[in-house]
């Protein structure tokens, strides 16, 4: 029977009669159907535990195929097998069809199979849909057999004033009910649909298997009815006595969501990890309601098995490493300075955007006690300690007090800017599931469009009409004046180990992912800028790049917010770098490289009152993406007192590494080869192509901070122990008290990227003999060909050199191990059309390559108008995107822009 379903292999389907204890037919044996791995472990071992699996409505044990031979085959360093034990519930799949079921019986026929079965424990539930509820009810009467749950796209309560997603309420209409359900196979072939990518046929045939003929899906139709949509329903008092029970479980849990899923939204994941907050979460992006089928969810529970279950605690907690952590003694919140400044009337913030395009100022005592009234109101109006606030609030006086009000009374503050776009913008803010939103009109018409998570406060007090078609509950006047008479409240001290913000990437590798950081290593970023660089109180600071615009208070520094978008750096114009400088007198400058590119070419407009001011900048940082030589220079000229440092770093830790101009210099004339795949450095690696002076050097580790290499190996995979042999390419890996906490939400992301007490960056490069590190490019961009793995980046500078190009990408095209490079370049002039570049543009990049490169070997050069960037940093090419579109170029498909 098995070969008619793919992916069961052979001697795991059976059938097993079982007596029934549930209440509709007490006495009666029926039954039941099983994918049963069992067959697939040596009798000599014993499996470390239980998977019981169940499915919901309308699939059934077919659904966790997936997991019956990969768990059967763990081995002894893998937390050696799982039996997994894949039930069809009775009138579903294969089992037996005995009539009208209610939850209740549900969750007691569960039961009375796995006491045939005779499972006494380890079991860890696993559930979808109707089975997560039902697997739940069993975990809850099972304590003492269980071990773990593991829930997908399910749901155990609806939520309070929300109503049934309209699917199932137009499942359950009289008209629709029976005939979508029991008497076609609508409902059937709309949830088989559901999947992203498309079934494969054979799939969706073995899904439809057991319901070939209406009198097979009466179970179909049974679940619809029996779907409790309030109180007055059969099932309610059950599926709220298996709610309730969970929040007293206190086993290791997983949820592994789709949330592009029209039932199960992300409004049920919120709702259970309220209830297991303890529970690790992984939402996969793109995926949906057959999560299982749509993204890899066996291959990540087997893993989590393996950290969370492991024979010996110790041994794996061993393993996985230690984060380093700043001292108590030495942590230092960011309001601590705000706090003990209150009384000091020196200017604090000025926002160059102020009302009517004015400069807004706040002193010291103004900012203190504005941030106070935040703190207050926000309490009085609901916001609590723990609760997630969303800001979509321009960079300024409003953000900064927002912040540190948030922050202060122990919220989590979710920063996500508009350069993510507006699908990328709601996919994060849906993600980190807000209990509030604060915002501009912009945001908030976004919010209501998109419907995301969170009661809403408007930055400015909407008109009635406004107000009831945004869903605005408050204005920020409002927050303020309730702080005005809140009077003494609820005064929590959050603690440095509490969650204090998730800050999401710029999205430009892939969906922007949430950071989340504690109080303590908050404070420990702030400690190692204010150490690298020196930054005191009585520094003024311009910051006009994003991350580092909230730190200003917590370093003591006047700081000022340009007249520009800081989500949209390339927005910064010299004059408004200037007009700000003058402002407050700035001695520093935070700027991203794109940010730095346009004020270059926009400084004609600069005057004397301009040029003086930007004569007392002593210090500029750049950061954002790594930055060359020549940029620094040219900026040199409009800063010539400042020193000019870029530091390295990434949402999840900045900075790492530093280097000033003249470092640059000096890096560049001591470079040395790299060595080549082959070396051998670490177990199973060795280094990757490179020639001298490959990447960008971006310096020595801060402070606190330490880097290391990951070998390649010849495949391209980093995989070799972390070390700091000079010239060996690889992934980079960095530690750091500064370094995030973790991904929110992601637990696979996160498991990843720990490992051994480094945090994997993604980035790709080498240290050198003076311990300076060299960025060459991203993991996902390295070019896997015949010879051995390419990084990117020294191709690009040596094309970038070349009269006649502006900027350059080095993609790989065909199969992993075969790959080709093809150069992908913007010229100057701009190119009118997209394609083939002309012959002498390609006989001038091969040539520039030869003489440095001879390994590599052009297979086509393409132009563009413009290479695909990030918006936040408008720098960070898009190589991937890249990739897929040469290699339809050059498969002669219709040429586009990429």
Known sequence: MTSAWPGVP?????????????????????????????????????????????????????????????????????????????????????????????????????????DALGLTGPVVTVGHD??????????????????????????????????????LRLALHPAIHRPGTVTTTAFLDITLGLARPALDPAVRRAYRTPYRHARRRGGVGQFVADIPVDAATASFPELDRIAEGVRGLDVPALLLWGPEDPIFADRYLRDLVDRLPHADVHRFEGAGHL??????????????????????????DQLRGSRLTLPDRDHRPLWATLEERAADTAVAVVDMAGPGGRPMR????????????????????????????????????????????GLRLGAVIVVADAGLGPRGLSRAVRGAGPDWVIGIDRALVAARAFNWPGRRISVRTPDPVTRRVLGVDHSLAEVLAAGDTAGSLLQHEPQADDLAAILFTSGSTGPAKGVAYTHRQLSAMCRAVSTTYGLAPGTALVAAFAPFALLGPALGATSVSPAMDVTAPATLTATALADAAAAIEATTVFASPAALVNVLATAGGLDARHRDALD??????????????????????????????????????????????????????????VHRAGSGHGPGAAPAVAGAGNGVCVGAPVPGAHVAISAFDEAGSAVGDPSGVPGVSGEILVAAPHVKDHYDRLHRTETAAFDRGWHRTGDVGHLDAAGRLWVEGRLQHVLRTSSGPVTP???????????????????????????????????????????????????????????????????????VRRLPTDIRHNSKVDRSALARWASGVLAGERVSAP
């Open 616 to 673: 007392r900048i002593d210090l500029l940082l750049s950061a954002g993406a790594p930055i060359g030589e020549p940029l620094l220079a040219a900026v040199s000229t409009l800063v010539p007192q400042a020193r000019l440092h870029t530091p390295y770093g990434m949402t999840e830790a900045l900075p790492i590494t530093d280097i000033d101009l003249p470092g640059i210099r000096a890096a560049a004339a001591d470079a040395q080869p």
């Open 793 to 863: 980046v020294e191709a690009e500078q040596r094309m970038a050199a070349v009269d006649g190009v502006a900027r350059t990408a080095l993609v790989g095209v065909g199969p992993v191990g075969a790959q080709v490079a093809v150069a992908v370049v913007e010229t100057v002039p701009g190119a009118r059309s997209d394609g083939p570049a002309p012959r002498h543009t390609a006989d001038a990049l091969r040539s520039v390559l030869r003489s440095v490169m001879p390994e590599l070997d052009l297979a086509a050069v393409l132009q």
């Open 10 to 114: 052979e001697g795991c389907s059976r059938y097993l009669p079982v007596t029934s204890s549930a209440a509709v037919d007490a006495g009666a044996v029926h039954r039941w159907h099983l994918l049963d791995n069992a067959a697939l472990i040596p009798d000599d071992v014993t499996p470390a535990g239980t998977l019981l699996c169940v499915h919901g409505n309308p699939t059934w044990g077919y659904l966790w195929r997936s997991l019956l031979e990969p768990a059967a085959r763990r081995i002894a360093s893998e937390g050696g097998p799982w039996r997994v034990i894949a039930v069809d519930q009775l009138d579903m799949g294969f089992s037996a069809r005995t009539g009208p079921r209610r939850l209740a019986d549900r969750v007691t026929d569960l039961g009375d199979l796995t």
């Open 130 to 167: 109707w089975g997560g509820s039902i697997s739940l009810g069993w975990a809850v009467d099972h304590p003492d057999a269980l071990a773990g749950v593991v829930l997908t796209n399910t749901a155990v309560h609806q939520p309070d004033g929300e109503s049934l997603p309209w699917p």
């Open 291 to 316: 999560v299982i089928e749509d993204a890899p969810v066996a291959e990540t529970l087997l893993d989590w098995l393996g950290e969370r279950l492991p024979a010996d605690r110790a041994d794996a």
């Open 362 to 405: 706040l002193s010291w005592q103004d900012l203190a006690a504005r941030v106070d009234r935040l703190r207050r109101g926000l309490l009085a109006v609901g916001v609590r300690p723990g609760h997630r606030i969303s800001l979509l609030v321009p960079p300024g006086i409003d953000l900064t007090c927002l912040i540190y009000a």
